[in-house]
C-alpha cells in the first residue's frame, strides 16, 4: 500500500487534503452546534421591543407551546394578545399572565377559528392590532393528524384543515401584523414548525408537507425582511408534552412548553442544532432536540430516516387503533 501510495504521489496528497477539509468542515460545523445550544445567548427580546409597551400576538395561545408563549413573552416585559377558537382557554392564559406579571402586562383575547377562511376572526384580528406596536408574532397554532393514516384513507376534512390552519392562516395572520413591523423597522417573526417539515413523515403526509411549507416559506420570508430589522425564526420541533403529541410525561427527548419555549426565546437568531445542515432562518434550540438535528446532519440518510418513521407511524397507528376500541368498549 506504502508503495502504491508512494508512486502516486499525487493521489495521497490529494486524498489528505480532501481528508483534511471534510474533518475540518465536519468539526468547524459540530462546534458551531455546541456552542450555539449550550454556551451562546440569542438577540435580546429587548431588541423587538420588550419592556417598551409593545405587543406579542401568539396564535393557538390556549394550551401546550401557545400558552407558554404567551407566559414566557408577557413576563419578559410584552403585552400579549392571544388567539384561539376556545375563549375559556385563553381567558385561563391571561389569568395565568395576571398571577405572573400583576398589571404590568396588558392582555386581550381574540377567538378565531383558523381553519375558516369566512371567518370574521381574521377581521377582529386586525382590528385588534390596529394602533398597537406588535413587536412579536408568534405563528404557533397547528393542526395534525388524528392518528398516523395512510393519505388514501385521510378525512377530506382533516386534510383541509390542516393545511388551512398550517398554512392559509399562517400567510393570513402574518400579512396583518408584518406592515406594521416593516414601518416600524423592527419586528420577530416566530414560526413553531415539525421535525415532521424536515424529514419526510409517511401517514402523516399532509401535516409534513404543510410543516415543509412552513420551513421554506420562513427562509424565503426571512431574507426579504432581513434588511428591514426584522427577524423570521423557524423552529425545528421534536416532540413536546401536549395534547397534540399525545405525552404526558416529560423527558430529556421530549421537554415541557415551559421548557422547550424557554429554549426558543433564548436562542433567537442562533441555528443550534440546525446550524450542521445550515437551513436558513431556521433553529433548531432545545439541547436533545439540536443534538438528534445534528446527528441526522452527520449521518445524512435521509430515506433511512423516512423509512424508520414509516414503520414508527405503523405501530403508533397500531396502537391509536386499539385504544380507540377500548374506549369504545368502555362507554
Ligand atoms: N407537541 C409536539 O410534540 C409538537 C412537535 C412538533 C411541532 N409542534 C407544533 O407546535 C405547535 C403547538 O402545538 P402543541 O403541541 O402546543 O399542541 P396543542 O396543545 O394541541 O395546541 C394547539 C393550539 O392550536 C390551536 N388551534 C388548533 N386548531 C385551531 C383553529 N382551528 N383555530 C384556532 N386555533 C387553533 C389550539 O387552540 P383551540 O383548540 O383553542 O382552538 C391550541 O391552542 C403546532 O404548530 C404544532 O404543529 C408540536
Redesign the pocket.
Known sequence: MMAYLKDHQFLSAFLFVLGSLTFAKFAVKTLAVLAQTFLLNGTSLKQFGAKKGSWAVI?????????EFAIQLAKAGFNVLV????HH??TETVAQIEAKCGSDVQTKIVT?????AHDDGFTRLAEACQGLDVGVLVN?????HEMPTDFVDTPKHEMD?IV???VS?VLRVTSIILPGMVQRKRGLVLN?????GSIPSPMLAT?SGS?AFLSTWSAALGEEVKSHGITVQHFN?????????K?RRSSAL?PT?ASYVRSCLSKIGLACGAAYTARPHTSTPFWSHALIDWAMGVVGWKSAFVGYTHGLHKSIRKRALKKKERDAKSQ
Open positions: 396564535t393557538g395561545a390556549s394550551g401546550g407551546i401557545g400558552r388567539a384561539s377558537r376556545s382557554q385563553l378565531i377559528d383558523l381553519a375558516n404557533n397554532a397547528g393542526k395534525s384543515d388551512a390552519i398550517n392562516a413553531v414548525g415539525s421535525f415532521a401535516y410543516k420541533t421534536y416532540f413536546v408534552v401536549s395534547n397534540m403529541s405525552i421530549v412548553p
